[in-house]
């Protein structure tokens, strides 16, 4: 029988199946939810997925929004991205690879947004939960924002600047829901990524002066599908 290393632990081989298990839930529950429709999947669709009993599934997770939470709170993690601190035109770049990696992960996540409004409805944590990352980003917006402003890269009154702020909000919340009404192409994720962040760009672009401005047009023409 092999020994453990001096200082280590023994694994625990029940834990550690546990813990995979748990890790297929999550994983197979994220692709239903997002190809489905969370309100449409149920916990014996995702059992049946799994080829596990419902019985070994309630027994990691009680329940559908245990589930949720869970797939909830490794969103909050993934969204909480520190807003670029450069300046200069390489403002405007890092501005770009922010919304980017926040549509990101907004798409991985995007039955969050598309039933939004039901989810947090009924959930009273997760819709504190979401209170907060909608005023942890709009701040971190509003301060990128006045950044640009303190340079002279970006033309605005402080009022002018908040309301920015919230409508890059308003469009990177509805962003995934417009697109699905309109007929947007639901499995390109890096064109809704990218058009997504041009599109919070495009918000910006009319306050920007100079070299901002135009390096905000080029890089909509380089990256932009």
């Known amino acids: ?73 490794r969103f909050e993690e993934r969204i909480a991205i520190a807003p670029p601190q450069t300046s200069g035109a390489a403002a405007i770049e890092d501005l770009w690879l922010y919304l980017h ?9 995007r039955f969050l947004y598309r039933n939004l409004d039901d989810i947090v409805g009924r959930n009273r944590r997760l819709r504190e939960h979401f209170r907060r990352i909608v005023s942890a980003k709009l701040g971190a917006v509003e301060a990128l924002c006045g950044g640009l402003a303190e340079q002279g890269l970006l033309s ?24 699905a009404v309109a007929g947007g192409a639901g499995d390109a994720r890096d064109a809704d990524a990218g ?8 918000l ?5 002066t100079g070299e901002a401005r ?6 909509g023409r380089e990256y932009l599908p």
């Open 1 to 73: 029988m092999a020994k453990v290393p001096a200082g280590r632990l023994p694994l625990d081989g029940n834990a550690v199946r546990t813990q995979r298990t748990r890790e297929r839930i999550l994983a197979v529950s994220l692709a239903l939810f997002n190809d489905r429709g969370e309100s449409h999947v149920t916990t014996g669709m995702i059992a049946d997925e799994l080829a596990i009993s419902p019985g070994n599934l309630y027994y990691h997770f009680r329940n559908k929004d245990q589930i949720v939470e869970r797939l909830f709170d």
């Open 101 to 109: 990696l926040m549509f990101e992960a907004i798409w991985d996540y």
């Open 156 to 179: 605005a009154r402080p009022a002018e600047v908040r309301a920015l702020a919230l409508n890059v909000l308003v469009v990177s919340t509805y962003w995934l829901n417009f697109r």
């Open 195 to 202: 058009t997504g962040a041009h599109q919070v760009l495009a």
């Open 204 to 208: 910006v672009a009319p306050y920007l």
């Open 214 to 219: 135009e390096h905000v047009e080029r890089l």
